[in-house]
């Protein structure tokens, strides 16, 4: 015979009934987030940050971050011997504050930090900022574990930018070293490649009628399919690739350029997707005047295929691109 649950029991029941359907919101959330871009073979894993800023017309979180256990060499603009510093954040700063202002040249572009008390001794906080001779090839004097040092990159005003060449023209993106220095990092790598079979894009949905032309959601419009994005993959045949650490998550905007996971698929984006909730890593951003490739792409023909029950468009002829180093300045994005 069961017996009558009294109000404490009731209260109990009710709580752990709310604390369930909390999870499954949560749960289903993510899900929903995973299986927008998530192939049959890749699983999309997502992750937050929070508090956003504006940087070179990219919302970006407010970082100055680096690599540990790197040391990157060049020409010292100030000698670490004479500058010390409590943090790498600061390094990294002091290293941005070199910059002459907005349209201003940067006459430091590289930071190394010492911040390992016990393997640094007498040399700890020492911060030494550089200048390197090639942006997008930086001087890398030593890695590994040993190595005490923890180094990162700054890119100034029509600096850090290279192409991804295709049929329908260069996709210029913009880099965001100080925020996602090992996404970055990667890309570098693949600069010096000189082969590039396997790097494509494979996936292209419009912004339809759900975005406008500036990447605004049209209001009562759903959020997709289509998705307004176009995805591929930046592994080169015959490449090893690691994967990529959750880096800075701000919130997608058009032209925001994002691995999905940990790499080595990524996206391109059409539009603004505040409903994403800042869920992958953003590493760089399409230059505003190569946006029109990126939709060219994206109104290329399709076939549907259904990706873990979601309805996507996959490109009849993949578009295959090659890395690009963009050695002159371009100066409209910051």
Same mark, same amino acid.
């Given at each position: 015979?069961?017996?009558?649950?009294?109000?404490?029991?009731?209260?109990?029941?009710?709580?752990?009934?709310?604390?369930?359907?909390? @999870?499954?919101?949560?749960?289903?959330?993510?899900?929903?987030?995973?299986?927008?871009?998530?192939?049959? @073979?890749?699983?999309?894993?997502?992750?937050?940050?929070?508090?956003?800023?504006?940087?070179?017309?990219?919302?970006?979180?407010?970082?100055?971050?680096?690599?540990?256990?790197?040391?990157?060499?060049?020409?010292?603009?100030?000698?670490?011997?004479?500058?010390?510093?409590?943090?790498?954040?600061?390094?990294?700063?002091?290293?941005?504050?070199?910059?002459?202002?907005?349209?201003?040249?940067?006459?430091?572009?590289?930071?190394?930090?010492?911040?390992?008390?016990?393997?640094?001794?007498?040399?700890?906080? %020492?911060?030494?900022?550089?200048?390197?001779?090639?942006?997008?090839?930086?001087?890398?004097?030593?890695?590994?574990?040993?190595?005490?040092?923890?180094?990162?990159?700054?890119?100034?005003?029509?600096?850090?930018?290279?192409?991804?060449?295709?049929?329908?023209?260069?996709?210029?993106?913009?880099?965001?070293?100080?925020?996602?220095?090992?996404?970055?990092?990667?890309?570098? %790598?693949?600069?010096?490649?000189?082969?590039?079979?396997?790097?494509?894009?494979?996936?292209?949905?419009?912004?339809?009628?759900?975005?406008?032309?500036?990447?605004?959601?049209? %209001?009562?419009?759903?959020?997709?399919?289509?998705?307004?994005?176009?995805?591929?993959?930046? %592994?080169?045949?015959?490449?090893?690739?690691?994967?990529?650490? @959750?880096?800075?998550?701000?919130?997608?905007?058009?032209?925001?350029?994002?691995?999905?996971?940990?790499?080595?698929?990524?996206?391109?984006?059409?539009?603004?997707?505040?409903?994403?909730?800042?869920?992958?890593?953003?590493?760089?951003?399409?230059?505003?005047?190569?946006?029109?490739?990126?939709?060219?792409?994206?109104?290329?023909?399709?076939?549907?295929?259904?990706?873990?029950?979601?309805?996507?468009?996959?490109?009849?002829?993949?578009?295959?691109?090659?890395?690009?180093?963009?050695?002159?300045?371009?100066?409209?994005?910051?």
């Amino acid at each position: 015979m069961g017996r009558r649950q009294n109000d404490s029991e009731l209260g109990r029941c009710a709580i752990l009934s709310l604390l369930f359907m909390g @999870t499954i919101s949560c749960c289903m959330v993510y899900v929903c987030l995973s299986v927008v871009f998530n192939r049959p @073979t890749r699983i999309a894993t997502v992750s937050s940050v929070s508090d956003v800023v504006e940087y070179g017309g990219q919302e970006e979180s407010e970082c100055c971050r680096g690599i540990e256990h790197l040391e990157l060499w060049g020409d010292a603009v100030k000698w670490g011997s004479d500058f010390k510093v409590s943090s790498s954040e600061d390094c990294c700063m002091a290293c941005k504050s070199m910059c002459g202002g907005e349209d201003g040249p940067c006459f430091c572009d590289s930071w190394v930090y010492c911040g390992d008390k016990e393997a640094c001794g007498p040399r700890f906080g %020492e911060c030494w900022l550089k200048k390197q001779k090639e942006a997008l090839d930086p001087d890398r004097r030593d890695s590994g574990d040993k190595v005490m040092w923890t180094s990162g990159l700054v890119f100034g005003k029509g600096k850090g930018i290279f192409g991804l060449k295709t049929e329908y023209g260069v996709i210029h993106i913009k880099l965001f070293p100080d925020c996602a220095p090992h996404s970055v990092s990667y890309i570098l %790598e693949m600069l010096q490649l000189r082969h590039f079979g396997g790097c494509q894009f494979y996936r292209a949905e419009s912004r339809g009628n759900f975005w406008d032309s500036e990447g605004n959601h049209i %209001e009562n419009a759903p959020f997709g399919p289509p998705f307004a994005v176009i995805q591929g993959t930046l %592994e080169a045949i015959g490449s090893s690739f690691k994967d990529i650490p @959750t880096e800075t998550c701000p919130t997608i905007r058009r032209g925001s350029v994002a691995w999905v996971g940990s790499g080595p698929e990524f996206f391109i984006s059409l539009a603004n997707h505040n409903e994403w909730k800042k869920a992958y890593t953003v590493f760089g951003s399409v230059l505003p005047e190569d946006m029109e490739i990126v939709e060219l792409i994206a109104q290329l023909p399709t076939k549907p295929e259904v990706w873990s029950n979601i309805n996507v468009s996959v490109l009849e002829k993949p578009v295959a691109f090659q890395f690009q180093k963009i050695k002159t300045s371009l100066g409209n994005l910051k």
